[in-house]
Nanobody
Framework: QVQLIESGGGLVQAGGSLRLSCAASGRTFSGYAMGWFRQAPGKEREFVAV????????YYADSVKGRFTISRDNAKNTVSLQMNSLKHEDTAVYYC???????????WGQGTQVTVSS
């Protein structure tokens, strides 16, 4: 059974930092893309960042570029998101995901709340 478990969310003041972590288990994640989405109250879930297996390339939403950094440890099946210079608009539930190499299926974590006070 595949599980993705996030940790590291919480309450932080604007301008502060948080680090989210996601531990994946239940299968081998070789070739999988792993990353983060977020969903703010009343809004649709939106892409934040992804780390591709091939070449270790990373991609970010424009809204977080230069502030967030994604990293992964393939040996440990973990992916992290370092979030700096947080803004009130970064407040959301953050979801870790893992996408199969062919892109046909996505596993999701249960989400972790990030609240940035202004």
């Amino acid at each position: 059974q595949v599980q993705l478990i996030e940790s590291g969310g919480g309450l932080v003041q604007a301008g502060g930092s948080l680090r989210l972590s996601c531990a994946a288990s239940g299968r081998t994640f070789s070739g999988y893309a792993m990353g983060w989405f977020r969903q703010a109250p009343g809004k649709e879930r939106e892409f934040v960042a992804v780390s591709r297996w091939s070449g270790g390339s990373t991609y970010y939403a424009d809204s977080v570029k230069g502030r967030f950094t994604i990293s992964r440890d393939n040996a440990k099946n973990t992916v992290s998101l370092q979030m700096n210079s947080l803004k009130h608009e970064d407040t959301a539930v953050y979801y870790c995901y893992a996408e199969t190499p062919n892109g046909e299926y996505t596993y999701w974590g249960q989400g972790t709340q990030v609240t940035v006070s202004s």
